[in-house]
């Protein structure tokens, strides 16, 4: 069975300061990691996807399968951050996702 | 473009009665749709996954008699919550895959559905 974890449900850092959001994962296949953010107000959505390897509105993300993590990092954080930020897996050649229980993080100017 | 829709957004209704909610891919057409549950402060918890034209998946402990999913369309699919109680209140939300120009795995979801059973 899989299983994501965020361990933090509140992080809270200053404007400028660099972020990140915790994300580990138990699945016996490969699996496929994304991030989904959830603005005031606003859907879910795709933020970055690990095997696109993207950097997003500045956050990256590296999928450590020797950890089974998938850090969502920001070297800077800016007040347009604020948000709720979900991690997700996928199973191999499946596209249901799996959510971790989600990590509001408040940038504070 | 990849603009999911859901209606409608809140309903309440009285306990013993029957709720639909229609979720819709305004702008593409959806080989799956998905649909989640999200209590208050908790995650999304996927409850089913549903194809056009074929029965749904439902997950563990989901009781697929208690939540009828239909997927009539590439466009379309609607679940009811039959005989709510109020230990059905939560927040629902849809979710479809499957755009054009989209990898096969990227969901899109809709605002989502808040659900009150008095």
């Known amino acids: 069975a899989q299983r994501v974890t965020q361990p933090e449900k509140l992080l809270s850092v200053f404007k400028g300061a660099p972020v990140e959001l915790k994300c580990n994962y138990s699945?016996?296949?490969?699996?496929?990691l994304f991030w989904y953010v959830q603005y005031s107000r606003q859907r879910l959505q795709l933020l970055l996807r690990h095997i696109s390897r993207e950097s997003i509105k500045g956050f990256t993300a590296d999928l450590n399968k020797g950890e089974t993590s998938f850090h969502l990092k920001k070297p800077f954080a800016q007040e347009e951050d604020s948000a709720m930020y979900y991690c997700a897996l996928s199973q191999t050649g499946a596209n249901n996702l799996f959510f971790g229980t989600g990590t509001r993080l408040t940038v504070i100017p | 473009g990849a603009v999911v829709s859901q209606h409608p957004s809140r309903v309440i209704c009285k306990s013993g009665t029957s709720v639909k909610i229609e979720c819709r891919s305004l702008?593409?057409?959806?080989?799956?749709m998905f649909w989640y549950r999200q209590f208050p402060k908790q995650s999304l918890m996927l409850m089913a996954t549903?194809?056009?034209?074929?029965?749904?998946?439902?997950e563990q402990g989901v009781e697929k008699d208690k939540f009828l999913i239909n997927h009539a369309s590439l466009t379309l699919s609607t679940l009811t919550v039959t005989s709510a109680h109020p230990e059905d209140s939560s927040f629902y939300i849809c979710s479809a895959a499957g755009a054009s120009g989209y990898s096969y795995n990227e969901q899109f979801f809709g605002p989502g559905t808040r659900l009150t059973v008095l």
């Open positions: 702008d593409f057409q959806a080989t799956t």
């Open positions: 549903s194809n056009e034209g074929s029965k749904a998946t439902y």
């Open positions: 699945y016996s296949g490969s699996p496929e």
